[in-house]
């Protein structure tokens, strides 16, 4: 099993261009995040998913579009990006939601993205 | 001031030593977690707690519900160790909308563990 697997792994865009992050996941789990790792700050969610078809908006959504149309994938897109999105994001998913006793979060490896 | 608050922020051990990370929370919580990052790599979990103590290896983890506390410790540590280990203590009671509960991250320990 793969795991988590993001795509892809280091991106550089200009200001302004769009480009999606593509997450998947062959643990046939029904909960997915996607967060943002900034240096000095602890990861923060930007969007998750409860189910095929659904997303909601976590802490820091602007800037960000989620879909998620099959199961074991979750894409994270960015309309027209900015510098303050430079960042590394991370996909993660799990079996049952945060606050259950099988809550565990897998993480993909993820993907360094720079804005200039 | 951050929900979640770790230290030491960075720590230097010699091969062999006993570490002791901690963390901090001032939210009500229903777990901890304790993850671990190498550099450049992946995040993963090590564990998942909401009292007493565990242990897997040669780390061991510890909840104190009352003083808001837990602290990952690693016995006999080795070069091997060395990461970056993450604090995260899941909300109580739920946020958005309950639809799922919030992951408060600490900003991580960067432990270096020198031969």
């Known amino acids: 099993?793969?795991?988590?697997?993001?795509?892809?792994?280091?991106?550089?865009?200009?200001?302004?261009?769009?480009?999606?992050?593509?997450?998947?996941?062959?643990?046939?789990h029904e909960y997915m995040y996607w967060y943002r790792q900034d240096p000095g700050m602890?990861?923060?969610?930007?969007?998750?998913?409860?189910g095929e078809g659904t997303t909601a908006k976590g802490e820091v959504p602007d800037g960000y579009n989620v879909s998620r149309l099959k199961k074991q994938n979750f894409l994270l897109g960015l309309e027209s990006a900015a510098p303050s999105?430079?960042?590394?994001?991370?996909?993660?998913?799990?079996?049952?939601?945060?606050?259950?006793?099988?809550?565990?979060?897998?993480?993909?490896?993820?993907?360094?993205l720079t804005v200039l | 001031k951050n929900e979640v608050e770790q230290s030491p922020q960075n720590l230097t051990a010699q091969e062999g030593e006993f570490i002791t990370i901690n963390c901090s929370y001032s939210v009500g919580i229903s777990a901890l977690h304790w993850l671990q990052?190498?550099?450049?790599g992946g995040?993963?979990?090590?564990?998942m707690l909401s009292s007493g103590k565990k242990k897997h290896g040669r780390l061991i983890a510890t909840i104190n519900i009352q003083?808001?506390?837990?602290?990952?410790?690693?016995?006999?540590?080795?070069?091997?160790?060395?990461a970056v280990y993450i604090c995260a203590a899941t909300s109580f009671p739920?946020?958005?909308g309950g639809a799922t509960n919030k992951?408060?991250?600490?900003?991580?320990?960067?432990?270096?563990?020198q031969p």
């Open chain 1, 1 to 28: 099993n793969a795991g988590v697997t993001q795509t892809p792994k280091f991106r550089v865009l200009k200001t302004g261009q769009s480009m999606t992050l593509l997450c998947a996941q062959d643990m046939n």
């Open chain 2, 94 to 96: 739920p946020y958005y």
């Open chain 2, 43 to 47: 995040i993963v979990s090590l564990f």
């Open chain 2, 67 to 82: 003083e808001k506390h837990s602290s990952l410790h690693i016995t006999a540590s080795h070069p091997r160790d060395s």
């Open chain 1, 42 to 50: 602890g990861l923060r969610l930007i969007h998750y998913s409860v």
């Open chain 1, 85 to 112: 999105q430079t960042s590394v994001y991370f996909c993660a998913s799990s079996y049952s939601k945060v606050g259950t006793g099988d809550d565990e979060q897998f993480f993909g490896p993820g993907t360094r």
């Open chain 2, 103 to 113: 992951l408060i991250f600490g900003t991580g320990t960067l432990l270096a563990v």
């Open chain 2, 37 to 40: 990052q190498h550099p450049g």
